[in-house]
């Protein structure tokens, strides 16, 4: 009361909205008019953000808090009344004639596309002090995730407009979701590599807010202890990147462009773009307003599980269900062992890499509706099993993979699976917990993800006819990973099966101590005999041919400790480093 003379208009209803919403405490500790103002002012700059940056604004938030608290409290099951099956999607195998028919339209598709990253998240589960994107997906070359991501995108961009045989000019989109945690250091790493050979105009940064946090079951959002005149905020999750696009008007600018896809993708998984080809083809063949990715999951694995939901009304859809859900929902709807592997050795249920592919018309239509709102959940860590008080804050959470849950039955949402080998290598866990994980699942770590770029790119020249050597098993960072011969080459390249087909001819081995770096576009592999490092660099116009025998003592892998700090820390989260004793370069 004695500092309402203080307030704007604006910030009169906001408060009047935090008192209608049983948010008074808020107010509680705070001092005299005169003292401590522009705390007070930063204050309501911050309710005003919180109030915006929610679709529905923050008495929405308060309002939806309650209702999924008390859910929480009755120990209401989300799922009640559904019973999961395994859906039908489409089942891709690598370089047969289905998949590259597939490839093939997608690239043709992709000059009507824009790609979205997900980048807001910390990675907490990895421990790493920097961005995500800004760690080498592979330390051959020391190409970054984003940097790979960018020089993808850019790669289908040429191979769409080459197909297209029109004067195209096509520079697809790129929108990076960032957040307080991550914004200033992604900018600062796209300008520090000149957008990485995008053009700056093609490159959208969106940062998504925090949400507040709630104290206790009515929703009372929580002080920061560190400064009374604030509330205390967590992230709220990927789901936040619908609202984000759908608010800053660019779907809009999209559609009137002629763009007819959105493809949603994640900070850490350096094999992504060989299945994106393929997956937008399924997409425009099948006319999927919503295609999901998927790869054969382990049971367990920290992946959520691709599953047809049907409701005892007839209801049904195929949706989702995050990895620590499908446990107990599989329990409780009469299969008592829960998520378990099947005959195949894999989870019956397909696993959810989070790329997604949504038609845009469909999308603008369904987020009109929406604003972008995702369906929330909750997870408050309860003190006692009276469930009234937490052990620390709570708040609401979203994931972008529950766009469905509130689409129509007439909407064709499906999904693709392909080999794990070629589609999903995410960098997520530190080495001790990856050292942890059970024998036979993926460890997901900096180790494995590097060491899956190799084994993908031998496994699949291998399917051109290359004779690649079979791999040693080694252990870095207690991980046993198998080594395959240490190849990687620029995705324009060869980002299609048919486009690497294209450049392999004759008969060529490669040794597994081997390492092989190929950065020009036409660079033509014919009987080349490798044992050991060979840098081929070429300009783009430059026609190359690579044959003949290579030796030399080549680059070897050195084991690190992760916890030797003399050594850079994404270096040693992989427990390895690369000597480069030897190597043969050539430059054209
Ligand atoms: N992210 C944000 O941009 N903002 C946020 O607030 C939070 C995250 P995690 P998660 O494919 O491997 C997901 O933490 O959420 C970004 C799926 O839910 O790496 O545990 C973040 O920067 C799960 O179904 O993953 O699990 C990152 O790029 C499964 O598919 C992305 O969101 C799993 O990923 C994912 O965040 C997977």
Known sequence: QHNLHLLSPQQIELAKMLVETGQTHLFEHWAEPG?????????????????????GGLASYVKTARELLADSKAGKNPFDGFTPSVPKGEVLTHGDDNFINFEDMGVKEARKAAFVLVAGGLGERLGYNG?????????????????????SILALQDASCRLAQDDCQTKIPFVIMTSDDTHA????????????????????????????CLDDNDARLAVDLRNKYRIQTKPHGHGDVHALLFSSGILKV??????????????????????IPAALGVSATRQYHVNSLAVPRKAKEAIGGITKLTHADGRTMVINVEYNQLDPLLRATGNPDGDVNCETGYSPFPGNINQLILELGPYIDE??????????????????????????????????????????????????????????????????????????NPYHSATSGEMA?????????????VQVADPVVQV???????????????PKWGLTFAEIRRKVCGSSTISQRSTMVIKGRNVFLEDL???????????????????????????????????????????????FKINKIEQLEKKH
Not at 566 to 571: A, C, G, T
Request: proline letters at 5%; charged letters at 25%; glycine letters at 6%.
């Open 254 to 275: 999209w559609h009137d462009a002629g763009l007819r896809w959105v493809l949603f993708f994640q900070d850490t998984n350096g094999l992504l773009f060989k299945a």
């Open 367 to 440: 987020l009109t509706k929406t604003g972008g709102a995702i369906k929330e959940f909750v997870n408050p860590k309860y003190k006692d099993a009276s469930k009234t008080s937490f052990k620390s804050s709570t708040r609401l959470e979203c994931m972008m993979q529950d766009y469905p849950k509130t689409l129509p039955p007439s909407a064709r949402v499906g999904f693709t699976v392909m080999d794990a080998w070629l589609a999903y290598a995410p960098v997520k866990n530190n080495p001790e917990d990856a050292a942890k994980v059970p024998k036979g």
């Open 131 to 151: 961005i995500k994107v800004a760690l080498p997906a592979e330390t051959t070359t020391g190409t970054l995730f984003l940097q790979n991501y960018i020089e």
């Open 453 to 465: 770029i190799y084994r993908a790119n031998s496994l699949i020249l291998r399917k051109v006819g």
């Open 529 to 575: 005999s490798l044992d050991g490092a060979l840098l081929i660099d070429a300009v783009d116009d430059a026609e190359v041919k690579v044959r003949g025998s290579v030796q030399n003592k080549g680059w070897t892998l050195e084991n690190i400790d992760y916890k030797d700090a003399s050594v850079p820390e994404e270096l040693r989260i992989r427990g």
């Open 35 to 55: 003292v401590e103002d522009d705390e007070k002012k930063a204050f309501f700059d911050q309710v005003a953000r919180l109030d915006s940056s929610y679709p």
């Open 476 to 490: 870095f960072n207690g991980q046993e990973v198998e080594v395959w011969p240490r190849i990687t080459w620029k």
């Open 185 to 212: 250091r992604t900018i600062e790493l796209l300008e520090s590599n000149s957008y990485f050979g995008m053009e700056p105009t093609q490159v959208k940064l969106l940062k998504q807010e925090k949400v507040a």
